[in-house]
Each structure stands twice: as structure tokens, then as C-alpha cells.
């Protein structure tokens, strides 16, 4: 039973992770002030099952912090693998923002996390778009990480 709720676990902290690089941008935070924060106020250890919230219950806070120092840390790096498999004349800045804190984070894994299959990174970003937007978002995360993952892990 601990392996479906540590998979839980990572997807939960792969969405908080989306939501504090997008808050990182959006307000100019740090990383360890958002970390501090999701772990303080956001990441609850005892919510009820029925309970509804802006909590994030049963999330891989470690692995959550890995992704967000990660990508801060190794964000040039990142933008730049990112960057070169965007279509001719893309940019990431054009690029909605939610959508480019899950391209960073899946970068990140599929770049320095080897202990995460590329299948398992590429399908949990999708996976979110999915759960965003209801466009061609989902395709364009799939096939964004797609192309990093054969640069970084071939």
C-alpha cells in the first residue's frame, strides 16, 4: 500500500511545486520563502479525508523542495533546453506561465531526478496541463518534454 500513496505523494508535490514556481514568478518570492510557506501553511499533515481546502494533504515535501531549489538553481540551464526545442521564432517568455513552471519542473527531473522514469515525469506534467486547461496546452507539455527527455537522457 505505500507505493500508490508515495506516488500520490509525488504527484501532490509535483502540483505544489508548479503552483510555487508560478507564485515565485508572479510575486517575485524566493525559493525558500514559498517553501516555508507550503510547508507552513499549505501542506497539512492531519486533514480529514472530507475535507475540501487550499491544503495539499500527503505530499513528498522533500521531493517538492528538490524540484523547487532544483529549478531555481538550474534554471538557465533548464530555460535553455527548454528553449532549444521550441518551435521557430517561440520563445519561453511567450509561453503561459503555468505552462512554463510545469515545462521547468518536468525539465528538472527529466534532467537531474534519474531516479524518476522519463515516462512517469513526462505523464505526470501532462497530466496537470490536463487538470489547467482544456486546450492544446496537455499536447504541447507532452511533446515539449518529449524532445528535452531525448536531449538530457539519451
Excluded: C
Excluded at 538557465?76 to 526545442?85: L, S
Excluded at 521564432?89 to 503561459?96: A, K, V
Excluded at 521547468?104 to 527529466?110: D, M, S, V
Amino acid at each position: 500500500m505505500s507505493a500508490p500513496k508515495s506516488k500520490q505523494a509525488r504527484s501532490v508535490a509535483r502540483l505544489a511545486a508548479v503552483q510555487a514556481l508560478y507564485q515565485m514568478e508572479v510575486s517575485g518570492a524566493g525559493a525558500e520563502t514559498v517553501i516555508r510557506e507550503f510547508s507552513e501553511h499549505r501542506f497539512d499533515r492531519d486533514v480529514p479525508e472530507s475535507e475540501e481546502g487550499d491544503t495539499l494533504a500527503a505530499a513528498d515535501e522533500a521531493f517538492f523542495a528538490d524540484l523547487v531549489r532544483g529549478v531555481v538553481a538550474r534554471q538557465g540551464e533548464i530555460d535553455n533546453a527548454i528553449a532549444k526545442r521550441l518551435a521557430a521564432g517561440w520563445r519561453l517568455e511567450r509561453i503561459d506561465a503555468t505552462v512554463r513552471a510545469m515545462l521547468r519542473a518536468g525539465a528538472y527531473e527529466l534532467a537531474h531526478r534519474p531516479d524518476v522514469p522519463t515516462e512517469v515525469a513526462i505523464d505526470e506534467y501532462v497530466e496537470l496541463a490536463k487538470s489547467f486547461f482544456e486546450g492544446p496546452e496537455p499536447g504541447f507539455v507532452n511533446g515539449a518534454l518529449d524532445a528535452v527527455a531525448q536531449d538530457v537522457r539519451s
